[in-house]
């Protein structure tokens, strides 16, 4: 019995059934609109990166101890956690920092409590003082808004006051925020300034002065006591709200007449010590920083418009004369960037469609195609909202990818199955094409790593499309079909079966060679670069660079930027900057943000930029990327595009090495921003104790030590509770002291009784000259040489700089490996190219299942090369790199070449007759689905390839290589796979070969 009569009962069920299937769509669709229309919109997926930072101080440890005391023992500690794959650490003076990479396999809610058990575990050995913090490196520890509250008055303690105290927990209250922190800004503090000699002359000490303050500011409570038949509470308060209350403590002494603390000390209003090493502009205003972070999964537009929504409330809390002004926006990128994919989306689905109304002229199955359509979009949006997907770009490239498949699946029901004696015997090749494209996909599950991570959601929604569409295509579709007559194919393929096969191989056989050419002119690169709109300017100032100084040289360059065309929004920070990094005092960094049709793009604008500041401010050190990508890197462990690692025991050695390589690569073309990752530290005073004199004295180190730091940062002795909130009150010598008017040599410290002498008395200070940073990784000595690109060639680029780094002669002691997203990019290929492999196998293996021969699965295999071949000369020609969005599109290349040539041979295998008539009777049946097939797909992905906008850039290289891919699965499906099968293949009934299936 044929299979044709086997599959009837299947298709007057389904016909029996067809309202119920078709209800069911329209709740499940429904039902899909709900849940979609609350997914979170997020830019990439939402990962759980492997990462985990800790950040040692030890501000009383020199630099030359610091290895030996902090960085040595907390290492070995560190690199004994389970599950760490690598440890990389940085030292510095009085800090260091470790980045400890775990497996992308591990549970990282499990890694951070043993990264802080071994914390405890060493805490206890490391020198008094020392602080440990380790944060687990999430997406969402990186802003996505910043406000810049800025004032023309000097009013800039009582902004981050109010900042503090109103802005923060009003924010934190907006929903998906996690946290709110604050940035730059003046923390104001009264401050007791005291004259050291009339403390002196009065016989009181510095103890003396926190003593009273700490003593005097109180209250207690005493208990409960019944007054007037009621129960009270009884307590003695004496706390200050005033600041002019300050000058009423009385300073109690020997003598027993107790001095007013204002015949001592000047009490006035200021700020944190600490704060003035920081400057902080927005727009060229000092300013004061919110940075907003987005909850673990959260959706920085709804924080974007929540706050939007509320700007007129925020506003109210502000003082008069403060202006907000939103500086950085992630919630804006990520709503260009999918709103621009979702229109390429709908102007491909569009013009897919339109394409088929041209092409079949006939009202009733274009109607029953935009019925369900839709449909099957709601539907798969739902259940990617079940399986926790945010709409992102990875979502929307699946969609792009799989909604030409969800065409293609139309077209072979309604053209296939229009006919009533074709009907049944089409759901069988019909089901097994679409499984073998979904299995084209299945190995991008088992990826590891960032691009596993980062495709699946990719996959997922490709899949749960096609899925989707093959549920509803097979139950829904054909019930609703009307059925015709047979007549013949319109379009005559005369000229396709008239041709020889041989010659047609021969053609195709050089067409092959040919395709292999560009792959020689092939560019590499990790990730596609897409324009954000925002761009980071890190800079570093010449060691030992007054803060003043550094102010001045910055500043001139933000009045250039804020003169660029399309620029909208600068912030510049010095002292402080963006990321999971300790900040060198002498190093800061400039926030970009353009308009949103800026008319260069920031790629331009950047490359115009450099040469101009490195003319105008040579002595500031540059290095410029965008800001999503500069936070990307960090997450993934990637400081750079292009990193040359050298290796060696010998520091000294190390960076001699290092320094020859970097001059070395400076003149390699497209290379840019290249510098060393260690650099100078500022200048350090030593002073050594003079022993004989401090011993006569009555003056330790250590009360050396303590007293000098008390006088020049001062101590907080107790808190007032002002009508504005808190306010410190710290104990310090005057400003002359602590702005370098007097010399630190004339710093008067008292002695054992009381009576003051200059500091270089019992002090020498002599210079010392600048000390390196220093790097290890798994506890080894390394140095790296950093790099990014102007083009994006990464492949030719560390080819060239290999070819520069052989040439050199290295000391035998060190040797050179690379790294940054080189490395990456390698291990994404390499994880990617297995994924292909394994996609091929699979489908190999249904195909041998399907036709029990080999014949159909090697011709289908080398039609599957082609098409790949294809969309790698598309990558080559367009000047697109393959990178590893490109590379997931070539793997759905394979996919879509199988179906299609599945589907020829399966209807080439079926038919009966010599090869001939076997193949005119394929291409006749076959040709006008390919055509409409091929056609809808190109339609659909034509405006991602082509158009502009945040989102497509990254859409974009998928896109054309799967665009590539669809032109030589076309040739392969229409000439090269009958023509082989035609020769290949002896004359055989149907009984012999496959069961008799009409498509």
Not at 648 to 656: E, F, I, P, S, T
């Amino acid at each position: 019995m044929s299979q044709s009569s086997n599959q009837k009962p299947a298709m007057t069920l389904i016909k029996k059934y067809r309202g119920f299937s078709l209800l069911l769509t329209v709740v499940l669709s429904i039902l899909g609109i709900v849940k979609a229309w609350n997914l979170p919109m997020t830019l990439y997926p939402s990962i759980d990166f492997p990462r985990v930072s800790v950040i040692v101080r030890s501000p009383d440890i020199p630099f030359a101890e610091m290895e030996s005391r902090i960085t040595r023992p907390v290492g070995i500690t560190l690199r004994g956690v389970q599950g760490v794959r690598e440890l990389n650490s940085r030292t510095m003076q009085g800090s260091a920092e470790f980045f400890l990479r775990f497996s992308w396999h591990e549970q990282m809610s499990l890694a951070l409590p043993r990264v802080a058990q071994a914390i405890d575990r060493i805490r206890g050995d490391l020198p008094a003082g020392t602080s440990i913090q380790a944060i687990r490196m999430y997406p969402s520890d990186t802003p996505v808004l910043t406000v810049a509250l800025s004032s023309t008055s000097d009013n800039l303690p009582q902004i981050t006051r109010i900042a503090k105290t109103r802005l923060i927990p009003y924010i934190s209250n907006l929903p998906g925020v996690w946290k709110t922190e604050i940035a730059g800004g003046k923390n104001p503090e009264i401050h007791v300034e005291v004259d050291p000699y009339k403390l002196s002359g009065a016989h009181r000490t510095f103890s003396d002065v926190i003593s009273a303050l700490s003593t005097q500011n109180r209250i207690g409570v005493i208990g409960p006591r019944t007054e007037e038949h009621r129960l009270k509470t009884v307590q003695i308060d004496n706390t200050m709200t005033r600041t002019a209350e300050i000058n009423k403590i009385f300073l109690p002494s020997p003598s027993g007449v107790p001095l007013p603390i204002d015949l001592l000390a000047t009490v006035r209003r200021g700020v944190r010590p600490s704060d003035e090493t920081i400057r902080i502009s927005a727009n060229g205003s000092p300013a004061v920083l919110l940075l907003v972070y987005r909850a673990h999964g959260g959706n920085a537009l709804t924080i974007q418009r929540a706050l939007l929504d509320h700007m007129n409330e925020f506003r109210r809390l502000l003082p008069k004369g403060c202006t907000p002004a939103i500086v950085y926006d992630q919630g804006a990128l990520v709503s260009d960037a999918i709103r621009h994919v979702i229109w390429a989306l709908a102007i491909g689905l569009s013009g897919a469609m339109a394409l088929v109304i041209l092409i079949l002229r006939r009202g009733y199955p274009i109607l029953l195609m935009g019925s369900l359509l839709p449909a099957i979009l709601f539907i798969s949006a739902g259940i990617l909202g079940l399986l926790g997907e945010t709409l992102n770009l990875m979502v929307l490239g699946g969609i792009a990818a799989g909604v030409g498949l969800v065409i293609d699946d139309f077209i072979v029901i309604i053209e296939g199955g229009r006919h009533a004696h074709r009907m049944s015997g089409l759901l069988v090749p019909f089901v097994l094409s679409g499984l073998i494209t979904i299995l084209a996909l299945v190995p991008l599950f088992g990826m590891n790593g960032l691009v596993g991570a980062f495709f699946a959601p990719l996959a997922i929604s490709f899949v749960t499309l096609l899925g989707v569409s093959l549920l509803v295509n097979t139950f829904v579709t054909p019930a609703f079909i009307h059925q015709e007559k047979e007549t013949p194919v319109p379009i005559s393929t005369g000229i396709l079966t008239g041709l020889s096969p041989a010659v047609i191989l021969g053609a195709g056989t050089l067409a092959f060679a040919l395709l292999l050419l560009p792959l020689t002119h092939l560019k590499t690169n990790f990730m596609a670069r897409m324009d954000e709109g925002s761009f980071t300017l890190d800079f570093h100032a010449p060691v030992g660079s007054s803060i003043n100084d550094m102010d001045r040289a910055v500043l001139r360059v933000e009045d250039h930027i804020r003169a660029l065309p399309g620029v909208i929004d600068t912030t510049r920070r010095l002292g402080t900057e963006m990321g999971f990094y300790i900040t060198e005092p002498n190093k800061g960094d400039f926030v970009i943000r353009l308009s949103e049709n800026h008319p260069k793009s920031t790629f331009e604008l950047i490359r115009e930029l450099r040469p101009w500041v490195q003319k105008n401010e040579p002595e500031l050190d540059t290095d410029y990327s965008q800001v999503m990508e500069d936070s990307l890197g960090d997450l993934i462990g990637v400081s750079a595009p292009v990193v040359v690692e050298v290796h060696g025991q010998n520091r000294k050695d190390l960076l001699g090495t290092a320094r020859m390589i970097r001059d070395r690569l400076s003149g390699i073309p497209g290379l840019v921003d290249l510098h060393l990752s260690v650099r100078p530290m500022g200048d350090t005073l030593d002073g050594h104790v003079i022993a004989p004199l401090a011993s006569l004295a009555g003056l330790t180190p250590e009360a050396i030590i303590a007293q000098t730091r008390e006088d020049l940062m001062g101590i907080t002795a107790t808190t007032v509770l002002s009508p504005g909130g808190p306010l410190p009150v710290r104990v310090l010598y005057p400003s002359e002291y602590r702005n370098g008017l007097i010399p630190l040599s004339h710093l008067p410290i008292s002695e054992s009784d009381g009576s003051l002498i200059p500091l270089s008395q019992v002090v020498t200070f002599t210079n010392t000259p600048p000390a390196t940073e220093e790097e290890d990784k798994n506890l080894s000595p390394i140095l790296r040489i950093e790099g990014r690109l102007d083009h994006g060639n990464l492949g030719g680029v560390i080819k060239e700089i290999k070819a520069k780094v052989s040439s050199l002669t290295l000391p035998k002691s060190s040797w050179v490996t690379y790294s940054g997203a080189y490395k990456q990019e390698q291990k994404s290929f390499r994880t990617l190219g297995e994924a292909l492999l394994g996609s091929v196998l699979l489908i190999v293996t249904i195909l041998y299942g399907t036709f029990r021969k080999w014949t159909p699965p090697l011709v289908l295999t080398a039609g599957m090369a082609f098409s790949v071949l294809s969309g790698i000369a598309a990558l080559t020609f367009s000047g697109r790199t393959l990178n590893i969005s490109s590379f997931v599109g070539l793997i759905l290349v394979v996919g879509l070449s199988a179906e299609n040539g599945f589907l020829v041979a399966n209807r080439f295998e079926s038919a009966e007759g010599n090869a001939s008539e076997k193949l005119k009777e394929a291409l006749s049946d076959r040709f006008l689905p390919i055509v409409m097939t091929h056609l809808a797909n190109a339609a659909a992905l034509l405006p991602l390839a082509l158009g502009g906008g945040a989102g497509l850039d990254m859409e974009r290289p998928l896109a054309v290589a799967v665009l590539g891919g669809l032109v030589g699965s076309f040739f392969s499906s229409v000439f090269l796979i009958p023509s082989a099968l035609s020769l290949f293949t002896r004359t055989v009934s149907p009984q012999e070969g496959l069961p008799d299936v009409q498509i």
